[in-house]
């Protein structure tokens, strides 16, 4: 068994997420996912933000621009 803290912040995303699709996520998804995750860590902002603020506050940051990603 994976430690929660030892697990990627996209794989605990995909387990909030996996429930709403009833855990039928393919290939697809998973590639969907990954480009997300790539541009989340690209986003120059987002690096900001979580240089200057503590966790609690960067979650929220963090919520509203992958947010903006999925839309």
Excluded: C, T, W, Y
């Amino acid at each position: 068994m994976v430690r929660e803290e030892e697990r990627s912040p996209l794989s605990r995303l995909i387990d909030i997420i996996k429930p709403a699709f009833r855990g039928e996520l393919n290939d697809a998804d998973q590639l969907f996912f990954d480009q997300i995750a790539e541009a989340a860590s690209q986003n120059e902002s987002l690096k900001k933000a979580a240089e200057v603020n503590s966790l609690d506050k960067f979650q929220l940051v963090f919520k509203q621009v992958l947010e903006s990603m999925f839309i």
